[in-house]
């Protein structure tokens, strides 16, 4: 049976349409001068054509790009406090702190 059905007879069933539990994840790492991040999901789906912003710390996007089909990306680290931060949309967000790169 697909996820589908599944959640149209809990949700016929019970009244309520039950959350789907895919968590996002993205890992970056430092190597040589640039930063390389990869992101997905729990469930195996790829973060193709998923946002990943790199924020100043007053707020101000310094970048924006797409994963693409191999859902990595790589950019060189701003001088200056920042953030990174993967947008999936609702709900599907993670940002990561410049200390938690390695």
């Known amino acids: ?20 539990a895919d968590y996002p994840f993205c ?3 430092k190597q040589a001068d640039a930063i390389v991040c990869r992101a997905g999901f729990s469930d195996g789906e790829t973060a193709e ?8 710390d007053d707020g101000t996007t310094l970048s924006r790009m797409r994963f693409g089909a191999d859902s ?7 001088t200056g ?4 931060l993967f947008d999936a949309g609702p709900g599907l967000s993670l940002e990561i702190d410049p200390r938690d790169i390695r």
Do not use: D, H, N
Not at 7 to 18: D, H, N
Not at 81 to 84: A, I, L, N, S
């Open 1 to 20: 049976m697909t996820r589908a059905p599944i959640v149209g007879l809990v949700a016929a069933l019970t009244g309520t349409t039950p959350a789907l």
């Open 27 to 29: 890992l970056c790492r």
């Open 49 to 56: 054509g998923a946002a990943l912003e790199v924020v100043a």
């Open 72 to 78: 990595t990306l790589s950019f060189k680290p701003p």
């Open 81 to 84: 406090g920042y953030y990174v």
